[in-house]
DNA sequence: CTTATATATTTTATACTTGAAATATATTTC
DNA sequence: GAAATATATTTCAAGTATAAAATATATAAG
């Protein structure tokens, strides 16, 4: 064959693949929070990022564990507070900075979430048997690298 | 073993790698387009679909080939023929619908994004041989149908 | 100790996103 | 053909997201 197709089509295919599989699950996702617990997906992830730190994040942490802006952290946050889910912490020794966490009820709340979370994924990718999920990950585990612009 | 892991944990794992990975090329292109092309995601994908349709495309069906709500669709339109990128077309025949359709200077300029974009996703999955690529790109596809809440 | 610099966070401006309500136009039904 | 219903799109309210500027505090340098 004089002119085949170059590697960058494969590449491109997967790409738009990726997107578009990720896509539709977030969407599902966000669809069910919102009509099973009338919460979203940015609340979910910072809850789930709480809940895997008992004594609190600094607001810098929970911004890059999340990588997602500090701005947008504030917010969140704001709106968690309001409804009770987390609280402010004052750190000592450091009056610029401030630890988040999750409330007594935040957590309750959360562990609700997190169970459905699961059952949803587990059906959502029901077409992976356990082994190829496996081995999916790890294949993917190997573009990490070179997304560190 | 008593208490082996369930499934679940397996697929799990895999929606939390898809998560990042997607999520890590996409804020990789969104920096690139921002910084190299003043430009963003949602204008981008935007103008690839209209790329592909000359005779352009009616708001609604945008929408729904982007699966981005209506709305949505009317805020990157508005800036991008702000822009004279696009341009809206009377459909004859329904008073109610707009055709949306790229400019001669829209085409130009997305010649050029989508070869920088292109390029990116060849360096960003180079990891990835092209036969891993299709290969992975048919796994994910067995999602599809699953999504479809 | 006082200025310079660095760090933690919030605020701001702008853009994107959604779902729902509003508007305008078409189509169907009686 | 007038009323009811359906469709196409925009507007709206609220939340999410970013980068950059502003603020507050801490640490370093002199």
Redesign the pocket.
Known sequence: MVNPEPDSKSRLRLWLRLLKTSRGIE?TL??RL?VEFNS????F?VMAALMRHEDGL????L?GGL?????????????LVEDDMVE?VA?K???????VRLTRGGKVHFEKLAEAHEAWIDELLSAFAPEDADYLSAQLQSVEDQTHD
């Open positions: 969407a966000r669809e919102r979203t997906l940015p609340r992830d600094r607001m810098s942490e911004a990588k997602v802006s500090n701005g947008n952290v504030t917010g969140i946050i704001e709106r402010r750190v020794g450091d009056r610029r900075a401030t630890k």
